[in-house]
């Protein structure tokens, strides 16, 4: 295996210039193969308040400039213990939600044809379902962990079966989740009755409130979730409006009291050695942000999402090669 093409050197090139790419990696189409592809998904004609997540991937790719090879909470230099690449974003209907559903199942499906793993920048969190029928149909049902505000398993909306908060309950019904891992982290706000919560709590659902992961901590969360993962292939749906609006405000439905930037990360490097097929980061809308607050931290838990991918289940690195040149310290 030839090594991975990094991205741009940025003892070359600064980082506010060069590529328009996810951390400013390769495209997908310069590169032979990738390990893992970040692709953009821009779509919102699912939401139900506030629009605007459609400018989600190029805000969030944008903010992604200042990301650096290694990671040092997790050991692991990402893009170069795999080949990274980008996607570019998928092309929807922006008038047709199912088309649109079947257009990314399709080329969710295409893009992780010979092995490679998604990340997914959104989009609002319809474009869930169709991630996680490609992700299913790949590698059997999954264990989720559905970072979000909302519990996102409502039924209909309007009459509408597809919407921004019913991706959960279709992919329950349609039978490729494993309903014995099933968690919600970060839920909050106002519910319509509590019967909401117990038909989550039917189709599999366990939660971790943003309250309990203040109360508990995050390293305690984290060991919890792992357990119930198990080895089970995971995918992993960030609603960035799992944050609270302090550290998120370019989101479609803000609630207050929500977790720290801080917070979700530490969280997600709790979850290494889990074994992650996939993963989304969606419902960023730049039109309600300030000083890419929100698209800052959607593109360091993309980060962090890639990081986790380019462990092994054990925990140890992917390739043993060592990064090569990715040594120097950069800006
Ligand atoms: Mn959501």
Redesign the pocket.
């Known amino acids: 295996m030839t090594e991975p093409r990094g991205p741009v050197d940025s003892s070359r090139v600064p980082r506010f210039a060069g590529p328009a790419t996810f951390a400013r990696l390769p495209r997908l189409d310069e590169v032979a193969r990738a390990d893992v592809a970040v692709v953009g998904v821009p779509f919102d004609a699912g939401v139900s308040y506030r629009p605007g997540a459609r400018f989600g991937p190029a805000a969030v790719r944008e903010a992604s400039r200042l990301l650096r090879p290694y990671h040092p909470g997790l050991d692991v230099s990402p893009f170069a213990t795999q080949q990274v690449a980008d996607a570019g974003d998928i092309a929807v209907n922006p008038f047709d939600i199912g088309e649109a559903i079947e257009t990314i199942q399709h080329a969710a499906g295409s893009l992780q044809a010979d092995g490679t793993r998604l990340v997914t920048i959104g989009g609002d969190?319809t474009v869930a379902l169709p991630l996680l029928r490609a992700a299913a149909r790949r590698h059997g049902p999954v264990a989720v962990l559905h970072f979000?505000a909302?519990l996102?398993t409502w039924d209909t909306y309007f009459g509408a079966e597809h919407t921004?908060g019913t991706p959960f309950r279709r992919a329950v019904e349609e039978g490729i989740l494993d309903t014995s891992a099933l968690s919600h982290v970060g839920t909050r706000g106002p519910l319509y009755g509590k019967q909401d919560l117990t038909e989550d709590q039917k189709l599999g659902f366990g939660i971790v409130t943003s309250a309990d992961v203040y109360r508990r901590g995050a390293d305690e969360v984290a060991d919890q979730l792992r357990q119930r993962i198990g080895d089970r292939p995971l995918y992993i749906s960030i609603?960035i409006?799992c944050l609270d609006p302090a550290h998120a405000p370019g989101t479609g439905t803000p609630e207050a009291g929500g977790l720290t930037s801080r917070e979700l990360l530490e969280i997600l490097r709790g979850l290494a050695g889990c074994r992650l097929v996939g993963a989304d980061v969606v419902?960023v809308a730049p039109a309600y942000d300030h000083a890419e607050i929100t698209s800052v931290a959607a593109s360091h838990v993309a980060y962090d999402l890639i990081s986790l991918l380019a462990l092994k289940e054990n925990g140890e690195r992917a390739e043993e090669r060592l990064p090569a040149a990715d040594g120097g310290r950069r800006p």
């Open positions: 969190h979000d909302h996102d921004h609603d409006d419902e």
